[in-house]
């Protein structure tokens, strides 16, 4: 079965700071894909990113970063010089390519950057 | 596009009512997820449909619970009878196929009294 773990429940940082964002994943299949998504105070789910089980390579995307790597079944999520804006819950998801079941959630990280 | 488009925005029922929430996907999507968030249990998947066909209905808490997709563009959640357990947020969302990025609507705050 499919497991998504954000161990981390909550953070907080004063602006400017880098954060690093905490996921950890289970899965049996061998293709699969990773996502991350920002939910903000106003409640809506904001797709931020996808990665295919085949491409380590990390991305980076302005002030965010993404780092994954397979042997540690991980997929981080860093924010560079942090912003106030960047406050939000933020979610990873897996989706397994061969199941059934669909982008499953972890249980998301609260971020609270501090002016 | 207009994106995910979600209806009603909030609901207040009284217990044992039923209540029907709507979703219009993104047009060309074949995927449509329906997902409910609460303090408690978070994000769940209820059901996911692909090309208007369910797929995957193993998250729907139990038979008061249905949802249908008769059209590409258009999906019901119907809880009936609704109770007081069943408030929280349910998100509709679609993407291109079962795992692509989902596109999220805006959501429909459930509250039973």
């Known amino acids: 079965a499919q497991k998504v773990t954000q161990a981390q429940t909550e953070i907080s940082v004063v602006e400017k700071e880098d954060v690093t964002l905490d996921c950890v994943y289970e899965t049996r299949d061998t293709t699969y894909y990773l996502f991350w998504y920002k939910q903000p105070p106003s409640g809506e789910l904001v797709f931020l990113i996808r990665r295919n089980s085949f491409d380590e390579q990390n991305e980076i995307s302005g002030r965010y970063s993404w780092n994954f790597q397979k042997s540690t079944s991980s997929f981080n999520f860093t924010i560079t010089a942090s912003q106030v804006v960047d406050s939000a819950v933020y979610f990873c998801?897996?989706?397994?390519?061969?199941?059934?079941?669909?982008?499953?959630f972890g249980s998301g990280t609260q971020l609270t950057v501090l002016p | 596009d207009a994106g995910v488009i979600q209806s009603p925005r909030h609901e207040v029922t009284e217990m044992g009512q039923e209540v029907t929430l709507r979703c219009k996907p993104i047009s060309g999507h074949n995927s449509l997820f329906w997902y409910r968030q609460t303090m408690m249990r978070g994000l769940e998947l209820l059901i996911y449909?692909?090309?208007?066909?369910?797929?995957?209905d193993s998250g729907m808490p139990e038979d008061r619970f249905s949802a249908k997709m008769p059209n590409a563009s258009f999906s019901t959640l119907k809880i009936q009878p609704s109770e007081p357990r069943d408030s929280a947020v349910y998100f509709c969302?679609?993407?291109?196929?079962?795992?692509?990025?989902?596109?999220f609507g805006q959501g429909t705050r459930l509250t039973v009294v």
């Open positions: 449909f692909n090309n208007n066909v369910p797929i995957d």
């Open positions: 998801a897996l989706s397994e390519v061969g199941s059934a079941r669909q982008l499953t």
């Open positions: 969302a679609s993407s291109f196929n079962t795992y692509t990025e989902a596109f």
